[in-house]
Protein backbone atom coordinates (compact mmCIF):
# COMPACT_ATOMS: atom_id res chain seq x y z
CA UNK A 1 0.00 0.00 0.00
CA UNK A 2 1.66 2.91 -1.33
CA UNK A 3 2.02 5.55 1.66
CA UNK A 4 3.93 9.74 1.91
CA UNK A 5 6.80 9.34 4.43
CA UNK A 6 8.99 12.67 5.36
CA UNK A 7 13.08 12.77 5.87
CA UNK A 8 13.82 15.53 8.38
CA UNK A 9 17.19 16.23 9.42
CA UNK A 10 18.11 17.32 13.30
CA UNK A 11 21.21 18.46 14.68
CA UNK A 12 19.54 18.76 18.43
CA UNK A 13 19.37 22.65 17.23
CA UNK A 14 17.80 22.51 14.25
CA UNK A 15 15.25 20.83 12.86
CA UNK A 16 14.87 20.53 8.64
CA UNK A 17 11.59 20.18 7.65
CA UNK A 18 10.38 18.11 4.83
CA UNK A 19 7.64 19.49 3.44
CA UNK A 20 7.54 17.02 0.42
CA UNK A 21 7.75 13.88 1.25
CA UNK A 22 7.81 10.87 -0.54
CA UNK A 23 6.14 8.26 -1.70
CA UNK A 24 6.96 4.35 -1.22
CA UNK A 25 5.82 0.95 -1.12
CA UNK A 26 6.06 0.00 2.43
CA UNK A 27 8.76 1.59 5.32
CA UNK A 28 11.44 -0.74 4.42
CA UNK A 29 11.77 1.22 0.91
CA UNK A 30 11.23 4.48 2.44
CA UNK A 31 14.19 3.94 4.65
CA UNK A 32 16.40 3.26 1.47
CA UNK A 33 15.34 6.05 -0.22
CA UNK A 34 16.30 7.90 2.88
CA UNK A 35 19.44 6.22 2.73
CA UNK A 36 19.81 7.36 -1.02
CA UNK A 37 18.78 10.75 -0.62
CA UNK A 38 21.34 11.24 2.48
CA UNK A 39 24.31 9.88 0.22
CA UNK A 40 23.26 12.40 -2.77
CA UNK A 41 23.36 15.29 -0.11
CA UNK A 42 26.44 14.21 0.88
CA UNK A 43 27.89 14.20 -2.59
CA UNK A 44 26.19 17.46 -3.57
CA UNK A 45 27.69 19.29 -0.81
CA UNK A 46 24.11 20.06 0.77
CA UNK A 47 25.39 17.25 3.87
CA UNK A 48 28.92 17.64 4.87
CA UNK A 49 31.51 14.87 5.58
CA UNK A 50 31.29 14.92 9.40
CA UNK A 51 27.47 14.62 10.72
CA UNK A 52 28.39 13.97 13.99
CA UNK A 53 25.40 15.05 16.59
CA UNK A 54 23.07 15.38 13.00
CA UNK A 55 19.67 12.36 13.01
CA UNK A 56 17.80 11.31 9.81
CA UNK A 57 14.07 11.04 11.26
CA UNK A 58 11.72 9.31 9.20
CA UNK A 59 8.03 10.44 9.45
CA UNK A 60 4.72 9.05 8.33
CA UNK A 61 1.90 10.75 6.93
CA UNK A 62 0.35 12.05 10.35
CA UNK A 63 3.92 13.76 11.67
CA UNK A 64 4.51 10.28 13.72
CA UNK A 65 8.33 9.53 14.09
CA UNK A 66 8.91 6.26 13.04
CA UNK A 67 12.29 6.00 12.80
CA UNK A 68 15.50 7.95 14.08
CA UNK A 69 19.30 7.62 12.72
CA UNK A 70 22.16 8.63 13.96
CA UNK A 71 24.28 9.99 10.55
Given at each position: MLARYYFDLDD????IRDEDGVIADN???????ARR?????RASGELPETT???FLIIRDEDGDELKRVQL
Open positions: GQTIFAQAVEQAVEEMDGW
